[in-house]
C-alpha cells in the first residue's frame, strides 16, 4: 500500500470532516471569531485602502455578485467581494490574531459570506455549513503553522496571512463547494503558487491587501480545481512547495479522520480592544497601569517632569518607529502606542488619526522614548511581556510589567465587551436594528438554516446622519 503524501492528508481531512465533527467549544469559539470579523469589516468600510480597493474592483462586472458589508449599492462577482471584504477586515490591524502567528479569519470568512449569497439558492446552505467551512479554513492554518518552529515567533519575511490564509481560504472554499478529495488535493496545490506576500509592506496601505488576497486567491484556486486545472500533488511535502515559506519546514501526515482533533479546542484566539498590531497591547497595557503613577483622576500628564521612558519589549523590528507619520506606522509603533495611552489614559480607534499622532505632546513624549530588548524576551506571543519604567527629572522612577493584556487566549474577552466592540464597530454602517439582529444571528449560528440571512442583514444601511459640525 503506498504511503499517503501530507497534500493528500490534508485533502482528505477537508473533504472528510462532517458537521458531527464540530465540538461545542468549537462552535462557541469561532461564532465569536465571525462577530468579531464582521464588526472590524463594517468598521474597516471607512478606511482610505477600502474605498481605493472598492473603486478599483468596480471594474469587474459578472451575472453572479455577493454583497460588499455595508454598502448596499455595491455588489461584485464573488472573487472580488472576497477580496474588498478581506482587505476590510485586516485595513486597521483590528482583526484576530492566533498562536502560531496569523490572523485567521481575514482570509476565510469573506470567502463564505461570498459564497453562501453566490451558489444556487438550492439546496441551502446552513449555519453549521458556514461553520464546518470556516472551520476546516482555520484548522488548515493552524496545522500548516505548526510544521516550522520560525512559524511560532512573529514573522520576519512573510506576512502568514498571505501564505497560510490563502491555504486556509482554499480549503474552507473546497469544503462549502463540496470539492471531492482530488479536487480539494489540486485547490491546495494551485493555492500555494498563489500565496506569499513580504513584510516589507507592513504599516503601509498594502498590507490589508494581504488578507484580501489570501482570500480572493484562495477561492481562485477552488473554482480553478472544480475546472480541472492541475498542480503538483505533493505541494506541501515539498521544501520547494509550501516548505518555500518557512525555514526548517518539516511536514506531518495529518491523523485519520477517526482520530480528528481541532486545534481551535486546545487554542483560543486573541480578539484586540483597539486597532494595532497585537505585540503593542503589552505595551498599552503597562502604559495605563504606570499613568496612575504619574497622574491622579483625570489631571493632565506631566510631560516637562518626565525624563525619559524605557520600553523592555521583543526586538521586533517592523514595530520599532519612533516617530510614526501615518496611521498604519502609528498601528505599528511601540512607541506612539506607549505615549498615546500616557496621555489619554485609552487608546479608540481615532487615536490612530493623523491630527492625533502629530499632536504637539504626543511628538514631545515620542522623543523620550528609548527601546531595551531583555534576552529573554522573545518575539512570541504566547510567551512576550513588556516591562516599561518612567523616570522623572526628580529622580523618582516608576516600573510596570505586563505579562498578558485583557483579550489575549490566556485572558479572553467577555462576551458582553466582544458585543460591545462589534455594536461600536458596527453601528454606523448599519442599523441598529441589524447590529442586534446579527449579535442574535451569530448567537446562534449553529440553529440558522439558511446562512445567506447573513449577507441579507449586512446591507441594511443605517440612517442618514444629520449634518454637524466637528468638535
Given at each position: 500500500m503506498m504511503l499517503k503524501s501530507v497534500t493528500e492528508s490534508f485533502a482528505q481531512v477537508i473533504h472528510g470532516l462532517k458537521v458531527g465533527h464540530l465540538t461545542?467549544?468549537?462552535?462557541?469559539?469561532?461564532?465569536?471569531?465571525?462577530?468579531?470579523?464582521?464588526?472590524?469589516?463594517?468598521?474597516?468600510?471607512?478606511?482610505?485602502?477600502?474605498?481605493?480597493?472598492?473603486?478599483?474592483?468596480?471594474?469587474?462586472?459578472?451575472?453572479?455578485?455577493?454583497t460588499i458589508w455595508g454598502q448596499p449599492e455595491l455588489r461584485l462577482p464573488p472573487t472580488y467581494a472576497a477580496f474588498v471584504n478581506g482587505v476590510a477586515i485586516h485595513s486597521m490591524d483590528f482583526d484576530d490574531t492566533w498562536y502560531p502567528a496569523t490572523h485567521p479569519s481575514g482570509p476565510v470568512?469573506?470567502?463564505?459570506?461570498?459564497?453562501?449569497?453566490?451558489?444556487?439558492?438550492?439546496?441551502?446552505?446552513?449555519?453549521?455549513?458556514?461553520?464546518?467551512?470556516f472551520n476546516v479554513g482555520i484548522e488548515v492554518q493552524g496545522r500548516l503553522l505548526r510544521f516550522s518552529k520560525e512559524a511560532y515567533d512573529?514573522?520576519?519575511?512573510?506576512?502568514?496571512?498571505?501564505?497560510?490564509?490563502?491555504?486556509?481560504?482554499?480549503?474552507?472554499?473546497s469544503k462549502f463547494l463540496g470539492l471531492s478529495v482530488t479536487e480539494c488535493q489540486e485547490a491546495l496545490a494551485?493555492?500555494?503558487s498563489y500565496a506569499?506576500?513580504?513584510?516589507?509592506?507592513?504599516?503601509?496601505?498594502?498590507?490589508?491587501?494581504?488578507?484580501?488576497?489570501?482570500?480572493?486567491?484562495?477561492?481562485?484556486?477552488?473554482?480553478?480545481?472544480?475546472?480541472?486545472?492541475?498542480?503538483n500533488k505533493r505541494a506541501l511535502d515539498l521544501e520547494t512547495g509550501f516548505g518555500a515559506f518557512y525555514a526548517n519546514y518539516s511536514p506531518k501526515v495529518l491523523p485519520d479522520l477517526d482520530s480528528h482533533t481541532w486545534l481551535l479546542d486546545k487554542q483560543d484566539v486573541a480578539f484586540k480592544r483597539f486597532p494595532a498590531h497585537l505585540a503593542t497591547h503589552w505595551v498599552a497595557d503597562t502604559a495605563v497601569s504606570l499613568r496612575r503613577h504619574l497622574v491622579s483622576d483625570e489631571a493632565p500628564l506631566p510631560i516637562d517632569r518626565i525624563e525619559r521612558i524605557v520600553l523592555r519589549i521583543p526586538d521586533v523590528q517592523y514595530v520599532n518607529r519612533p516617530f510614526p507619520s501615518s496611521e498604519h506606522e502609528a498601528r505599528h509603533s511601540f512607541?506612539?502606542?506607549?505615549?498615546?495611552?500616557?496621555?489619554?489614559?485609552?487608546i479608540t480607534v481615532p487615536a490612530f488619526h493623523?491630527?492625533?499622532?502629530n499632536r504637539p505632546q504626543v511628538r514631545q513624549l515620542l522623543g523620550k522614548v528609548e527601546l531595551e530588548h531583555p534576552r529573554d524576551n522573545l518575539p512570541n506571543f504566547n510567551s512576550l511581556y513588556c516591562e516599561m519604567s518612567v523616570a522623572l527629572k526628580d529622580g523618582a522612577i516608576f516600573t510596570?510589567?505586563?505579562d498578558t493584556f485583557y483579550g489575549h487566549w490566556r485572558k479572553p474577552l467577555s462576551q458582553k465587551d466582544l458585543q460591545e466592540k462589534f455594536r461600536a464597530n458596527s453601528c454606523r454602517t448599519l442599523s441598529c436594528h441589524a447590529v442586534e439582529r446579527l449579535i442574535e444571528t451569530v448567537g446562534n449560528l449553529e440553529d440558522l438554516e439558511d446562512c445567506s440571512v447573513l449577507t441579507t442583514l449586512l446591507k441594511e444601511p443605517s440612517p442618514p446622519k444629520i449634518a454637524s459640525k466637528s468638535i
Open positions: 461545542d467549544r468549537v462552535i462557541q469559539r469561532s461564532k465569536r471569531m465571525v462577530l468579531d470579523a464582521l464588526g472590524v469589516g463594517l468598521l474597516g468600510t471607512s478606511t482610505e485602502v477600502f474605498h481605493k480597493v472598492s473603486r478599483y474592483s468596480k471594474i469587474y462586472s459578472s451575472n453572479v455578485s455577493s470568512l469573506p470567502v463564505l459570506m461570498a459564497l453562501s449569497e453566490a451558489l444556487p439558492p438550492s439546496p441551502k446552505y446552513s449555519g453549521l455549513d458556514l461553520l464546518l467551512a512573529i514573522p520576519k519575511r512573510f506576512h502568514p496571512p498571505s501564505v497560510v490564509g490563502t491555504l486556509g481560504s482554499a480549503a474552507a472554499a494551485i493555492a500555494v506569499g506576500a513580504p513584510m516589507a509592506n507592513a504599516a503601509t496601505q498594502t498590507k490589508p491587501l494581504h488578507a484580501g488576497n489570501a482570500a480572493r486567491h484562495g477561492l481562485e484556486a477552488a473554482f480553478l480545481a472544480m475546472l480541472g486545472l492541475q498542480g512607541q506612539y502606542v506607549a505615549c498615546a495611552m500616557l496621555l489619554d489614559a485609552a493623523k491630527h492625533q499622532i510596570e510589567r505586563s
